[in-house]
């Protein structure tokens, strides 16, 4: 059982926006920081966002990142077919001084 | 953009070592952190650990007793050592750059399966 916690899956139409929640439920995830991954099927996760909410300058703005206590959120606007991956969430556990990655969602659309 | 490669053997007997090479493109070794990531069939990501190439490293505790990283800066690249081998530790094993506090860049990734 991963220590961030994620929906397993979320759908919705093209066009549409999803948001998935990670949810750190302990203040051993001490560092304000989460980023977001994006596993597209068969190839090695790509980072979509860092430090809560901060895009890389290849990824588009449809893609967002908040984060509130202890629980973040990625958000997708305007889906596409190409947006069907694995989503993953990853932050710093300061208990088991390690990183710790989320159980992972998959989004169909 | 940094460029990582991951090789190695691609079958490994249960107990034996397995050892897998990162190589990274466009120098900077020295700047960074290093780290290993594996994947299980169907499963999720598994943080392995990470390395410096002056400082020891730092393991996911649940491995730490079987796993080894270490950072060779003159072929400018980065290896994992992992004793003991199990089915279990089947799955596709990616190397990564690790940027401060997120995992900027990473491999193709390379599918390790531990059969007799």
């Known amino acids: 059982q991963s220590v961030l916690t994620q929906p397993p899956s979320v759908s919705a139409a093209p066009g549409q926006r999803v948001t998935i929640s990670c949810s750190t439920g302990?203040?051993?995830?001490?560092?304000?920081?989460v980023s977001w991954y994006q596993q597209l099927p068969g190839t090695a996760p790509k980072l979509l966002i860092y430090?809560?909410?901060k895009r890389p300058s290849t990824i588009p703005d449809r893609f967002s990142g908040s984060k509130s206590g202890t629980s973040a959120t990625l958000g997708i606007t305007g889906l596409q077919t190409g947006d069907e991956a694995d989503y993953y969430c990853g932050a710093w556990d300061n208990r088991l001084s390690a990183w710790v990655f989320g159980g992972g969602t998959k989004v169909t659309v | 953009q940094v460029q990582l490669q991951e090789s190695g053997p691609g079958l490994v007997k249960p107990s034996e070592t397995l050892t897998l090479t990162c190589s990274v493109s466009a120098g900077a070794i020295v700047s960074y952190y290093w780290s290993w990531i594996r994947q299980s069939p169907g499963k999720g990501l598994e943080w392995i650990g990470y390395?410096?190439?002056?400082?020891?490293?730092t393991y996911n505790p649940s491995l730490q007793s079987r796993v080894y990283m270490s950072v060779d800066t003159s072929k400018n690249e980065f290896s994992l050592t992992m004793d003991s081998v199990t089915v279990a530790d089947t799955g596709m094993y990616f190397c990564?750059?690790?940027?401060?506090?997120?995992?900027?860049?990473w491999g193709q990734g390379i599918l390790v399966t531990v059969s007799s």
């Open positions: 302990s203040t051993h995830i001490a560092s304000d920081f």
């Open positions: 430090e809560n909410d």
């Open positions: 990564a750059r690790w940027n401060a506090n997120n995992l900027d860049s």
């Open positions: 390395v410096f190439y002056r400082r020891s490293a």
